[in-house]
């Protein structure tokens, strides 16, 4: 059975740092993202890696305060945001994709998706 489990979200002030995981579990996968979702709003892409070359790219929103890496030993994905503002306030998502180890920002690449961890920034 294949799942992806996030974990480190949470309350935090504004310019404050949060590190998000994501475990995965039941196969390796060729490319993570993160994701999020704010109240109202659609889904957004926030950063992606590949697994095997560790490509990585960010949405200008976080580009700069955010880096994406992998632990390939423990299979899971990290997101670690910094300088956090009001704005990322969000319901935050990891998912994965099979297939060619490319980078992609299209959450309609991604077959695989966890439950999500809360991120609230307060100002």
């Known amino acids: 059975q294949v799942t992806l489990v996030e974990s480190g979200g949470g309350y935090v002030q504004a310019g404050g740092s949060l590190r998000l995981s994501c475990a995965a579990s039941?196969?390796?996968?060729?490319?993570y993202g993160w994701f999020r979702q704010a109240p109202k709003k659609e889904r957004e892409f926030v950063a992606a890696?590949?697994?095997?070359?560790?490509?990585?790219g960010y949405a200008d929103s976080v580009k700069g305060r955010s880096t994406i890496t992998r632990d390939n030993a423990k299979n899971t994905v990290y997101l670690q945001m910094n300088s956090l503002k009001p704005e990322d306030t969000a319901v935050y998502y990891c998912?994965?994709?099979?297939?060619?180890?490319?980078?992609?920002?299209?959450?309609?690449?991604?077959?695989?998706w966890g439950r999500g961890t809360q991120v609230t920034v307060s100002s």
């Open positions: 998912a994965a994709r099979s297939g060619i180890p490319i980078y992609s920002d299209a959450k309609e690449s991604y077959a695989y």
């Open positions: 039941g196969r390796t996968f060729s490319t």
């Open positions: 890696i590949t697994w095997s070359g560790g490509t990585t």
